[in-house]
């Protein structure tokens, strides 16, 4: 908490083992309990080497970059909404989303 109050990073790597695919990678996460809901934020890259591929679609890397925020809306609905960013290269997309849900909370 004092380096990074109400907050926690992560740092995860990986090995990706696909069946036409496989390769490292890194992640690094930071996640933060603000007063309205949790936000989270990561960066993600990866080396991927392809089966049966040649010449510049054999080894691509691949970058992304997510952000989500999650929060309670009233006093029952749980929120979520998260926007993700893949660039490499072979691929450049851009995502968002949401996520509504009324959990059935049982009371105490």
Known sequence: DKLYPDGRVELAVFQDENKFSSGPGVRVTATKNTPKGWLRCSYETAR???DDFFGVEQKLVRDV??????????SVWDLSLNVEQRSGDAEDALTLGFYL??????QP
Request: proline content about 5%; charged content about 20%; overall charge neutral.
């Open 101 to 106: 849900q009324l959990p059935m909370r049982t």
């Open 65 to 74: 970059v997510r952000a989500s925020w999650d929060t309670t809306v009233g």
């Open 48 to 50: 991927t080497e392809n």
